[in-house]
C-alpha cells in the first residue's frame, strides 16, 4: 500500500512545472508528493511556492526546504495535489481522515487546477463507507451533535490519543457522520452547510476533474 502512495505521489509532482505555487495536501499520500517536490528542489533547483493545508504538512515541508506562503499571501494557487478518503464515480469525494479538511478545501478553492492521488482501495461506486467529518465550532458543538443523531446520521467525536475531542489547526471539534449510502452528497452538503455552528465539512462535490489512481498493474490517471 505504501508503495501505491509513493507511485501517485511522485506520478503528481510531474505536473509541477518551475514558478508554480503549489498547494501541499495532508495525509500519508500527499506526503510522497510532498517529499518528491523536496527532492526536485534539492536535486534538479526547482523554484516553487508551496501553500499547505495542515500544521503537519507544514512542519514536513519546511523540514524539506520548501519555501512557503500563506494563502492570504498568493493571489491564487496553480495546482494543488491531496489524498482523499473515498472518491465516487463521479469524482465526488470525502475528506477530512486526516483532520484538514477546512484548510484543504480552502487551498483547493483558490486553485488553478487540482489533483486528488489515491491508492485504489479509496474508489467506489457510492460515498458512504468511510464517515462524513464535519467541523463545528466548540460553543453549541453538543446540540449540533444531538441534531445529528436525531437525524440517524450516527454521529462520533474525533477524538485525540488521549480520548479528548480532537482540535484542528483552527480550534474547531469534528464530528464524524457514518452514514451507510450517500446517493445525494449534494442534498448532504446542502443540508450540513445551513446547519448553524458548522464550519466546513469533508464532502468535496465537483470539485477535482483528474484523479490519479495507483493499483498492481501502475498508475492511471481518471478524468472528469
Ligand atoms: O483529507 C485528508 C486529510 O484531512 C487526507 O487527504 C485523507 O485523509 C487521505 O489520507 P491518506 O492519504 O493518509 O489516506
Not at 120 to 129: A, C, D, R, T, V
Not at 196 to 209: A, I, Q, R, S, T
Given at each position: 500500500m505504501e508503495n501505491l502512495k509513493k507511485q501517485v505521489g511522485i506520478k503528481a509532482a510531474e505536473f509541477v512545472k518551475d514558478g508554480m505555487i503549489v498547494g501541499l495536501g495532508t495525509g500519508s499520500t500527499a506526503a510522497f508528493f510532498v517529499e518528491e517536490l523536496g527532492r526536485r528542489i534539492h536535486d534538479e533547483g526547482l523554484n516553487i511556492i508551496g501553500v499547505t493545508t495542515s500544521s503537519v504538512t507544514s512542519e514536513q515541508a519546511s523540514k524539506l526546504g520548501i519555501p512557503l506562503k500563506s494563502?492570504?499571501?498568493?493571489?491564487?494557487?496553480?495546482l494543488t495535489v491531496d489524498g482523499a478518503d473515498e472518491i465516487d464515480s463521479k469524482l465526488n469525494g470525502i475528506k477530512g481522515g486526516g483532520a484538514a479538511l477546512l484548510m484543504e478545501k480552502i487551498v483547493a478553492t483558490y486553485s488553478h487546477d487540482y489533483i486528488w492521488i489515491v491508492d485504489?482501495?479509496?474508489?467506489?461506486?457510492?460515498?458512504?463507507?468511510f464517515k462524513v467529518p464535519v467541523e463545528v465550532i466548540p460553543y453549541g458543538a453538543e446540540q449540533i451533535f444531538r441534531k445529528f443523531t436525531t437525524a440517524g446520521y450516527a454521529p462520533t467525536w474525533r477524538e485525540d490519543d488521549k480520548g479528548n475531542k480532537l482540535i484542528t489547526d483552527m480550534h474547531h471539534y469534528l464530528i464524524d457522520l457514518h452514514i451507510s449510502?450517500?446517493?445525494h452528497p449534494e442534498q448532504l452538503a446542502q443540508e450540513l452547510d445551513l446547519t448553524?455552528?458548522?464550519?466546513?465539512?469533508?464532502?468535496?462535490?465537483?470539485?477535482?476533474?483528474k484523479v490519479i489512481v495507483a493499483d498492481h498493474d501502475g498508475v492511471k490517471i481518471i478524468e472528469k
Open positions: 494563502i492570504d499571501e498568493v493571489d491564487f494557487v496553480d485504489e482501495s479509496k474508489l467506489s461506486e457510492n460515498l458512504g463507507s449510502e450517500i446517493k448553524v455552528g458548522v464550519v466546513e465539512h469533508g464532502l468535496f462535490n465537483n470539485m477535482v476533474k
